[in-house]
């Protein structure tokens, strides 16, 4: 059985003093780190996606 590809996005995202930005996740009760990202919604671009999921992964300043 062939299994359908599916477009996914992260964001490589720097501070000032290089520091990368990682987004804490947790699975099956053990946390995660990861680049904020994730699947395009339908007709968004990949960019668009991208900038979404950085401000809904990051808090607010």
Same mark, same amino acid.
């Given at each position: 059985?062939?299994?359908? &590809?599916? #477009?996914? #996005? @992260? @964001?490589? #995202?720097?501070?000032?003093?290089? *520091?990368?930005?990682? #987004? ?11 680049? &904020?990202?994730? *699947?395009?919604? *339908?007709? %968004?671009? !990949?960019? %668009? @996606? *991208? ?7 990051? !808090? @607010?300043?």
């Amino acid at each position: 059985m062939l299994s359908m &590809p599916y #477009v996914r #996005v @992260a @964001a490589i #995202v720097r501070n000032d003093d290089g *520091a990368l930005l990682l #987004v804490r996740h947790f699975s099956r009760g053990r946390p995660f780190w990861t680049l &904020p990202g994730g *699947a395009p919604g *339908a007709g %968004e671009t !990949p960019k %668009e @996606a *991208a900038t979404r999921f950085t401000f809904c992964d990051t !808090p @607010a300043s």
